[in-house]
């Protein structure tokens, strides 16, 4: 079965700190991405990699880098977390033929709150 | 951006009913996708309907797509309890990226 893993299910961090979310994909997909969710807001895309070591930004990328080192790993940085980040974050993968697609596969999401 | 807006927000109904819900675009498509998410889950997509097509069958999912009113249009038949989850559309845009609209939550009860 084929699986997208977020790290963490939940994470409580405080004002400043440096997080790493990550996300893991089994399907050798070559495409990932990064969502955030917020409620009356929907889903709102942060960055994408259609490969490795490659990276471009979404709607909304202030605040947040990325790293994608091997094809089944990208991961979202908050270099300094700041209240008006605490959200879900949904990482989500497509194999390469999908851009004509575009079906998504997404992890079960990251709850993170900042205090 | 927001590409897709659904429609209504929210949805009550009993078991057994139809669900319909709507959504609306702006710009032009390649393909729409509409996808279910389980309270506090990721999301699951459900079907997608080509720009060339008007209208797809998958189980009790109905959904149509009518380009020249830039709209789509999902039907769950016989509704479950089960199907109790927010439904979101969402476009094909540029850099073949997605974009999702804000979801309607529909609610089915027994």
């Known amino acids: 079965d084929v699986k997208v893993t977020q790290s963490s299910r939940y994470l409580v961090k405080r004002t400043g700190e440096k997080v790493f979310l990550e996300c893991v994909q089994d399907?050798?997909?070559?495409?990932m991405f990064w969502y955030r969710q917020d409620p009356g807001l929907g889903l709102r895309l942060i960055y994408f990699?259609?490969?490795?070591?490659?990276?471009e930004k979404g709607d909304i990328p202030e605040g947040y880098s990325v790293s994608r080192e091997k094809k089944e790993r990208f991961s979202l940085i908050l270099e300094s977390a700041s209240t008006n980040q605490t959200s879900m974050y949904l990482c989500?993968?497509?194999?390469?033929?999908?851009?004509?697609?575009?079906?998504?596969?997404f992890g079960e999401g990251s709850r993170l709150t900042v205090l | 951006s927001q590409q897709g807006e659904e429609d209504p927000q929210a949805l009550s109904i009993q078991e057994g009913e139809n669900a319909t819900m709507n959504c609306s675009y702006k710009?032009?498509?390649?393909?729409l996708q509409w996808y279910r998410q389980n309270s506090g889950r990721g999301l699951v997509h459900l079907i997608l309907i080509r720009s060339n097509e008007r209208e797809k069958h998958s189980g009790r999912l109905r959904v149509t797509l009518d380009t020249s009113k830039k709209s789509s249009s999902l039907l769950i038949t016989a509704s479950r309890a089960a199907d109790t989850a927010s439904y979101f559309c969402?476009?094909?845009?540029?850099?073949?990226?997605?974009?999702f609209g804000k979801g309607t939550m529909l609610l089915v009860s027994p």
């Open positions: 710009t032009s498509i390649n393909n």
């Open positions: 990699s259609y490969d490795v070591k490659m990276k």
């Open positions: 969402a476009t094909l845009g540029g850099y073949s990226t997605l974009t």
């Open positions: 989500a993968s497509r194999q390469a033929g999908g851009r004509k697609t575009g079906e998504l596969f």
């Open positions: 399907m050798d997909h070559e495409n």
